[in-house]
């Protein structure tokens, strides 16, 4: 079957806009999140296929002001949901942090929020804590753009229960030099 050369654009066209763009825009924001590892405790089991996970993550947010004006410091209020593997608990982490002004086209990456993350991986089983997140921008008390992961999060909210965020792992040490002889 040989496929028309004129078609061959219009089906690449309609596959690329076809595929999911990793970023949402709403009231001149442009909001981009990932899950990031912070630190990683992971313990090899007994078996030789078998590791227990304990890790740090948080929240990588990366922040572009799209509206033709600027934007005025504004306050953000990330929420982050572990929904745990072994049982139906779903533990909440939330804080407030002070997003800076924008100018035009402006971008910023932040890392916002930490939450332990439990599991394990037994071969090709893995069966790990998930992570629902939820960011609400505020400019004087208003809210102007609310961003979540998941369109049933207010649901899953509700039967959240407060707990205190971990301790950040201490920064990398750096290596000092030898005084010279």
């Not at 909440?92 to 599991?119: F, R, Y």
């Not at 960011?135 to 609310?146: I, P, S």
């Not at 369109?151 to 000092?176: D, G, H, S």
Request: aromatic content about 6%; glycine content about 6%; hydrophobic content about 40%.
């Amino acid at each position: 079957m040989r496929i028309s050369s004129r078609l061959l654009p219009f089906c690449l066209v309609a596959l690329c806009l076809a595929l999911p763009v990793g970023a949402e825009e709403k009231s001149g924001l442009q909001v981009s999140v990932q899950k990031v590892t912070l630190d990683r405790a992971d313990v090899r089991g007994g078996d030789v296929n078998m590791e227990n996970l304990d890790r740090l993550m948080a929240l990588r947010v990366a922040i572009r002001n799209t509206s033709f004006k600027s934007m005025p410091e504004s306050e953000v209020t990330w929420e982050i949901l572990r929904r745990k593997y072994d049982d139906s608990g779903i533990e909440l982490t939330s804080g407030v942090e002070k997003l800076p002004h924008l100018k035009v086209g402006e971008a910023m990456d932040v890392t916002w929020g930490i939450v332990k993350v439990l599991g394990y991986r037994n071969g090709a089983i893995l069966r790990k804590d998930e992570l629902e997140w939820e960011l609400t921008f505020k400019e004087d008390g208003k809210e102007v753009a609310k961003f979540s992961s998941k369109p049933n999060f207010a649901m899953l909210l509700k039967r959240a229960v407060r707990v205190e965020p971990p301790t950040a792992p201490p920064p990398p040490a750096t290596p000092v030099p030898a005084p010279p002889k």
